[in-house]
């Protein structure tokens, strides 16, 4: 069973930085793509960044210079590393995962985490 778990959201002022973490665990497929989405209330789900096994990235471009996503195989970890916070980032993060070689933001993810909330404060 694949259990992914969030950690490291909270609440911070705009231009303020956090580091979101993800753990995941009964994952053993050697391909793979990890990603985090965040959805707002009243908002659809969107892709924030995503990560695949090779390392390759994609962001969002309401994020892209701000936000760095990575990866610690050794840990089974992904990080969202959001520095610059704005108000309108604001949202429940979640972390997913799919068996995929190579994905984006828009790919359709099976495992997802139960999010962690960031909360952006003007």
């Known amino acids: 069973q694949v259990n992914l778990v969030e950690s490291g959201g909270g609440s911070v002022q705009s231009g303020g930085s956090l580091r979101l973490s993800c753990v995941v665990s009964g994952y053993t497929y050697s391909r793979y793509c990890m990603g985090w989405f965040r959805q707002a209330p009243g908002k659809e789900r969107e892709g924030v960044a995503v990560?695949?096994?090779?390392?390759?990235?994609n962001y969002a471009d309401s994020v892209k210079g701000r936000v760095t996503i990575s990866q610690d195989n050794a840990k089974s970890a992904v990080y969202l590393q959001m520095d610059s916070l704005k108000p309108e980032d604001t949202a429940m993060y979640y972390c997913?995962?799919?068996?995929?070689?190579?994905?984006?933001?828009?790919?359709?993810?099976?495992?997802w985490g139960q999010g962690t909330q960031v909360t952006v404060s003007s």
């Open positions: 990560i695949d096994s090779d390392g390759s990235t």
């Open positions: 997913a995962a799919v068996t995929i070689a190579a994905c984006n933001i828009r790919s359709d993810f099976r495992y």
